[in-house]
């Protein structure tokens, strides 16, 4: 597990294996067990941040506050979004879906003839108590 900080976040977390993290890290995929981290002053500015730097994949917030999971989870331009939980449950066989033979992040991929089923977009928000997927 790589921790990569951000400005004030460096001040939180006294680690010398801490990774100060750049601007670059927030518009990086790193498909590996790295995390960067970055405080900001409100939940307003935690949504922004996101939704400009995110992949509309997966997010998550950990807060104890149903309120900001509400504002959250209904404010993330994200396919799934968390509560408490990993990501790292993003996944067609942990949702029930059988083998994943493929992820998409836009709003519409079908192509060709479509039916109803096709013309949806489907948002899972998902809430949890620290679970995380090993």
Same mark, same amino acid.
Request: proline fraction near 1%.
């Given at each position: 597990?790589?921790?990569? *900080? ?10 010398? /294996?801490?990774?100060? *993290? ?15 981290? /970055? ?10 941040? @996101? %939704?400009?730097? %995110? ?6 917030? @950990?807060? #104890? ?18 509560? %408490? *939980? ?7 066989? #942990? ?11 836009? /709003? ?8 109803? %089923? ?15 997927? /090993?």
């Amino acid at each position: 597990m790589e921790i990569r *900080a951000y400005g004030r976040a460096c001040t939180f977390i006294n680690d010398p /294996k801490i990774v100060k *993290a750049t601007e670059e890290d927030f518009y990086t995929e790193y498909d590996d067990l790295i995390i960067s981290v /970055k405080v900001v002053d409100s939940l307003q500015e935690a949504i922004g941040f @996101i %939704n400009e730097h %995110n992949t509309k994949h997966s997010e998550a917030i @950990i807060t #104890e506050s149903l309120s900001a999971s509400d504002e959250f989870s209904a404010k993330i331009d994200a396919a799934c979004v968390y509560t %408490n *939980a990993s990501t790292r449950f993003t996944d067609g066989e #942990e949702f029930g879906f059988g083998a994943e033979i493929g992820i998409s992040t836009g /709003k519409l991929h079908a192509r060709g003839p479509m039916g109803l %089923n096709e013309l949806t977009c489907v948002k899972y928000v998902i809430t949890g108590n620290g679970q995380i997927r /090993k």
